[in-house]
């Protein structure tokens, strides 16, 4: 990575620089002096050295070695958009993100691998947005770690499309919950005044049957917040026999990512990437 340093910064400390206007994490920038490189107009430098108006200063990131429990698996992956940063793939449902415990294959991680790794790419998986097993739709991976906490620390739009059980639903709304563990359970979470905050906005699309097609935007981020919330106010998503949601019409919570867009700190612009409703949610949508 390069930049040319303009009057605003000019005898600042590299490290300052990096951390205050690149947004470096401190651990990151250590990991750089200890394995990466860092130049100044072409000569190595330490973080105390101070940047002129005009100088070029370069940062080589330090190698990235991929999971030794993700192993390079082909796959027929749906690529949205790719860059030398990051990349926004199209998750099918019934495939987990990553593996599990129980070194787990057919992952959307082992398809990235193998991806990355037929292009020649040292790069790791950073998982931006962690979709559900039975949740399709858009996924963000930044390819390497600066490029992962440049995102947790930026905006990142998600609209998502689901399939609630019941009818009259306010049109538009707001569900603002705290959301915590629901012990014992490892995987279950639940509303509670000890959890962290949750707020989901929504929009009624299409009202059919029993059952009501929204659209929602997350203005947080927490494990299973849209299964949760919508099952707290008495509309549980098709599918989703965890939170009390009917299994008659389809196995697996009825929720997709349609689309994400997020600014490009790179690129300094927007990117937007979408995807089309899987055939399991589209054939209720269309009944």
């Known amino acids: 990575m390069q930049w040319k340093i303009s009057r605003t910064y000019d005898k600042w400390l590299v490290r300052d620089y990096l951390l205050h206007v690149r947004a470096f994490s401190k651990r990151l920038l250590k990991d750089v002096k200890n394995d990466g490189a860092i130049l100044l107009n072409g000569s190595p430098v330490n973080v105390r050295q101070r940047v002129s108006y005009g100088d070029f200063l370069i940062v080589n990131l330090p ?27 199209n998750k099918p449902r019934g495939m987990a993100v990553s593996p599990n415990m129980n070194d787990e294959g057919g992952t959307l991680a082992n398809g990235l691998m193998y991806h990355f790794f037929q292009k020649g790419l ?12 039975y ?32 009818t009259r639903l306010e049109k538009r709304g707001t569900i603002d919950e705290p959301i915590a563990r629901n012990l014992p359970s490892i995987i279950e979470r639940k509303v509670s005044t000890e959890g962290k905050r949750a707020v989901t906005h ?17 203005e947080t981020g927490k494990t299973h917040q849209i299964r949760v919330h919508f099952s707290h106010i008495g509309y549980p998503l098709i599918g989703d ?6 299994i008659e019409l389809l196995k697996g919570q009825a929720l997709h990512c349609r689309s994400i867009r997020f600014f490009h700190p790179y690129h300094k ?8 409703l899987p055939k399991e949610i589209k054939h209720i949508v269309e009944k």
């Open 269 to 276: 612009q927007w990117i937007s990437g979408y995807a089309s």
């Open 202 to 218: 929504y929009e009624v699309v299409e009202e059919k049957n029993d059952y009501t097609l929204v659209r929602i935007n997350l």
């Open 241 to 246: 026999d965890l939170y009390g949601g009917p």
């Open 63 to 89: 190698n990235e070695s991929g999971s030794k429990y993700v192993e390079p698996e082909k796959m027929q992956l749906s690529i949205i958009y790719e860059d030398e940063h990051y990349l926004l793939v």
């Open 122 to 133: 040292p790069y790791t998986i950073h998982i931006v947005n962690r979709l559900d097993r």
């Open 135 to 166: 949740t399709s739709g858009v996924v963000l991976v930044a390819k390497h770690r600066l490029a992962h906490h440049l995102m947790q620390i930026s905006e990142v739009d998600r609209l998502y499309l689901a399939i609630v059980q019941g």
